[in-house]
């Protein structure tokens, strides 16, 4: 016989599994949204006229790009490649500041330090792309000058070295330090939950800090810090205002990392050009922006697809 403080529970699970579905479902209906939005806004410049596509995309490029496809070509490159060093330049530093808070800093220390690394994934990137725009890119040319000087024969870092230095180098830095606080802050939490026991056992059998890290912190937590490191890979994807403060546009594949006008990504070109396009200049702009958002969509599932083989 049932009581009815069993009734009360059974009916609590069944409106909370309804309450997650629903969930669930919206934040579907929210990207399938998002995408039909792209989608309609976008078709006139996939599916319009050819030669008035061509004219708008002309305009755009001043001549630089006919088709479409020519167009966000470069500036998807360009966005991979900004992306791509900024998570180069931010990945190793941000898990060793996550050991350090988590295994290594006193608790008054730790304590401090994650205060900080959490107000910093609170400053807007605007005031990151002031910094790096008036400190970053004066400060940073003669590093790269020293650079190109010592492996100028390996062509990222051929020169001549761009001064000012508005460059895909000095906007990766600026987006590495965006993303830190990202991969430090979650990867912190996730080596703090690494199993106690395991760890425990490591330095028992005489193994040192290090190896009792490498054996039972960083395999636990890898997963996890994969998982972080690519939700830090989709802000830099779409990071608009700081990149479109401190890099000097171009419209090529180019891999010179210290030359300026030779790179420029999908957010900050539509920032760019959007408050002078015509209604098709705008739809050519969305088509790129629909570009980024399934290329963003792909990064993620990617990322989920090895979170997956490495948490097997």
């Excluded at 205002?241 to 419209?251: D, E, K, Q, R």
């Excluded at 070109?269 to 922006?289: F, H, K, M, R, S």
């Amino acid at each position: 016989m049932t009581t009815s403080s069993e009734h009360s529970g059974k009916a609590a699970d069944t409106i909370f599994r309804i309450i997650a579905k629903l969930c669930g479902l919206l934040i579907l209906a929210t990207l399938a949204a998002v995408f039909i939005f792209l989608g309609l806004r976008a078709w006139p410049a996939l599916g319009g006229n050819k030669q008035e596509i061509a004219d708008v995309i002309a305009n755009l490029t001043g001549g630089g790009a006919q088709t479409f496809w020519g167009y966000v070509g470069p500036l998807l490159f360009g966005t991979v490649l900004v992306s791509a060093i900024s998570l180069l330049f931010a990945f190793f530093v941000s898990i060793g500041i996550a050991l350090f808070i988590s295994h290594y800093a006193p608790k008054r220390l730790a304590a401090i330090l994650s205060y900080i690394i959490d107000l910093l994934a609170a400053i807007p990137s605007v005031v990151y792309g002031l910094w790096g725009g008036l400190v970053l890119v004066p400060a940073i040319v003669p590093v790269w000058k020293q650079i190109s000087a010592v492996f100028g024969w390996i062509p990222i870092f051929a020169g001549p070295v761009a001064d000012p230095s508005r460059t895909v180098a000095t906007v990766g830095i600026v987006l590495a330090v965006m993303i830190m606080p990202i991969i430090t802050s979650l990867s912190r939490d996730i080596f703090l939950q690494a199993p106690k026991l395991q760890q425990e056992a490591a330095l028992a059998l005489g193994a040192t800090k290090w190896e009792m890290i490498r054996l039972a912190v960083l395999p636990f937590g890898m997963s996890g810090v994969i998982s972080a490191s690519m939700l830090a890979l989709g802000r830099a994807l779409g990071e608009t205002m700081a990149v479109l403060m401190i890099l000097s546009p171009g419209l090529s594949y180019s891999i010179k990392l210290f030359q300026a006008s030779q790179n420029q990504t999908i957010a900050a070109n539509i920032a760019a050009q959007y408050p002078e396009a015509n209604d098709l200049g705008v739809a050519v702009l969305i088509a790129t922006g629909l570009v980024l958002f399934v290329i963003t969509f792909a990064v993620n599932a990617i990322a989920r697809s090895i979170t997956r083989k490495v948490g097997a």
